[in-house]
């Protein structure tokens, strides 16, 4: 890894207490996972171009190209994927005009857990995508998947945390042999 690869990593989660209240408002007992995902950007060798690569325990199940400004798709293995990620792309525009989207990049990321498995592969996207680009990871949560925002607690956690939306997250101490 050179000196111009930025690496980014958000943990799992797990959310024991609150279920759907949580979108509610409704506290919530939450658990960062020991598993997670990585992020690694390099400089893109073309410029205005990002290439996304996306690895899971199965392999590869995710890759696509856009085509900076805009960020239209040139190729993608998934559309609804790629729709997505271009959405992100697009809010994080919205939310931090000054980001240098411009130049191009590679990406890579790494799950350390099937992607059906619901612990968090999107949570743990925008919080590396968050960290990247100095966006507010609850914001553009909210933003782009309108969820309640307990997964983006637990991915910069190192601990369990109450949390309920818009309020202070609480660090649990749980003395239990999980």
Partial sequence: ?????????AHGKLLLTGEYL???GAKALALPLKLGQSMMITPGNQKNIII?????PGGSWFSCEFQLPGFKIIHSTNSEKAELLKKNFKTIQQLNPEFPFQ???SIQ??????PQWGFGSSSTLVANLAS???VNPYRLNELVFKGSGYDISCANA???VF???NEKLIPVNLDYPF
């Fill in 158 to 160: 190192n601990n369990p």
């Fill in 109 to 114: 990321t790494n799950l350390e857990f099937d």
């Fill in 22 to 24: 949580v979108l509610k």
């Fill in 52 to 56: 996304w690569d996306a690895a899971s």
């Fill in 163 to 165: 949390y309920r939306k």
């Fill in 132 to 134: 990247w680009t100095n």
């Fill in 1 to 9: 890894m050179d000196e111009a690869t930025l690496k980014y990593y």
């Fill in 103 to 105: 130049k191009g990049f």
